[in-house]
C-alpha cells in the first residue's frame, strides 16, 4: 500500500438535529472520488474526532469503507488520549478493511518520548493494520521528537507519519533519520496545507489536507505536480490556493471549512460545541476567498 498524492481529512456533515448526515457523507465522498483525490480519512481531527461518541466514530468508519468501496485509500481516525481506547478504535479500523489508521499523539496528559513509544507498540503488537503517526502538538500539547520517529518507525505496522509541525527543517531530520536507519518505506506525509509544496520537495508523498474538503481539484493537481518534479507548476498552483489555505484556518479548524461548504452549498451543517460558528467578520473574508476561485 502506498500513501502517497492527496488524502482528504473528510469534515463530518451534521443534520439540523445534530446527527451523522449518512447522505452527506456518501455525497461528499463520491465528490471527492470524482475530483480525483488519492484517499479520505474519516473520523480525523478535522471530522471533529473529539465531539463524536465512540458509536458514531465506528460508523463513520463504516460508512467510509462501505461507500469508497476499494476506489481510493481509507484511513481511519483512530486516536485518543488513552491508550486502550485508541486500541479498540485500530482494532475496528481494521475489521471493517480500512486501509490504515491514522493515530494522534495522546493529547492533554503530554506523554514523556518512552510514553509514546509504548503507547503505539501497543497498537503494533494487537494489530496488524497500517498505522499513521499524527504529530500535531499545536493541538496536543506534545510534539513526538526526531530520535522517538525514528524508533517509532521500527515498529512492524507503523508506515507514515502526518506531520504537522509548522518547523520545516524537521522533515528534513526525520527523512535524514530515516535514512539512517535503513528505513527507505517509511513515508512523510504534510500535515499543513501551506507547507506542503516544500515538504514535497524535501521528501514528503503526499498530504493529508483539509483544503482538499473545499477544493479537491487543485489541491490534488499541486500534489500531483509536485510529485511529478513540475515545481513550476506545482509552485504556480500553490499560490492560487494560497489565500485559501490561510483562511480555513483563520478560526479554530473546521470552522472555516464547514462553512466554506455550507457556502458552498455542499453538506456540512453545523460544528458541534465547544465550537461555534464563524464571526461573521471573518466569514465575510472567507467568501472573498471562495469567490475568487469561482466556488461559489
Known amino acids: ?31 471527492l472520488i470524482e475530483k480525483g483525490v ?52 485500530v482494532k475496528h479500523a481494521e475489521d471493517i478493511g480500512a486501509d490504515a489508521a491514522l493515530v494522534i499523539t495522546p493529547y492533554y496528559n503530554k506523554p514523556q518520548p518512552h510514553g509514546l513509544y509504548e503507547h503505539y507498540k501497543l497498537l503494533t503488537d494487537s494489530t496488524d493494520i497500517p498505522i499513521v503517526v499524527y504529530n500535531v502538538p499545536s493541538r496536543t500539547g506534545t510534539d513526538i521528537d526526531v530520535d522517538t520517529i525514528g524508533k517509532v518507525a521500527q515498529l512492524d505496522n507503523i508506515v507514515a507519519i502526518k506531520e504537522a509541525s509548522p518547523e520545516l527543517d524537521k522533515v528534513s531530520k526525520i527523512i535524514k533519520k530515516m535514512d539512517e536507519i535503513g528505513n527507505k518505506d517509511f513515508t512523510v506525509l504534510s500535515g499543513n496545507d501551506d507547507l506542503t509544496l516544500p515538504m514535497i520537495a524535501m521528501g514528503a508523498k503526499g498530504v493529508i489536507s483539509v483544503v482538499g474538503n473545499v477544493d479537491p481539484a487543485r489541491m490534488s493537481q499541486m500534489v500531483n505536480y509536485a510529485l511529478d518534479g513540475d515545481f513550476e507548476a506545482a509552485a504556480k498552483m500553490h499560490y492560487e490556493l494560497y489565500d485559501l489555505m490561510k483562511v480555513l484556518f483563520i478560526e479554530t479548524n473546521p470552522v472555516p471549512a464547514k462553512t466554506a461548504l455550507n457556502l458552498m452549498e455542499r453538506p456540512s451543517g453545523d460544528v458541534r460545541l465547544p465550537l461555534a460558528p464563524l464571526k461573521e467578520e471573518n466569514k465575510a473574508k472567507l467568501k472573498e476567498v471562495l469567490e475568487k476561485l469561482d466556488l461559489i
Open 1 to 31: 500500500m502506498k500513501l502517497e498524492g492527496t488524502t482528504v481529512a473528510m469534515v463530518t456533515p451534521y443534520t439540523e438535529n445534530d446527527e451523522i448526515d449518512e447522505e452527506g457523507i456518501r455525497e461528499n465522498i463520491n465528490y
Open 38 to 89: 488519492n484517499g479520505i480519512l474519516a473520523a480525523g481531527t478535522t471530522g471533529e474526532s473529539a465531539t463524536v461518541s465512540h458509536d458514531e466514530h465506528r460508523k463513520l468508519v463504516d460508512i467510509l469503507i462501505e461507500e469508497v468501496n476499494g476506489r481510493v485509500t481509507t484511513i481511519a481516525g483512530a486516536g485518543s488520549n488513552s491508550s486502550k481506547e485508541a486500541l479498540g478504535l
